[in-house]
């Protein structure tokens, strides 16, 4: 069954919210006063593994019916 993106969209925005912004106060004091680029090349790789191996499993764990229930 194929899910509805706008759901999985509508479900990953609250599981992606919490995730960067824990990781930018996490490391905020390493990264005061870096160039954004250089923020974002550091953070990137963690948000991305962050939602391939936590997020977005535990979506569909907690809301697989809501996500791929049909229209």
Known sequence: MKPSRLRL???LVFGAYPLITSL???WAPLLAGRPAWQVAAFIVPQMVAGMVWVVIPLAYR???RFILRPV
């Open 9 to 11: 969209t509508l479900v």
């Open 62 to 64: 907690l809301f697989g």
């Open 24 to 26: 930018l106060y996490l």
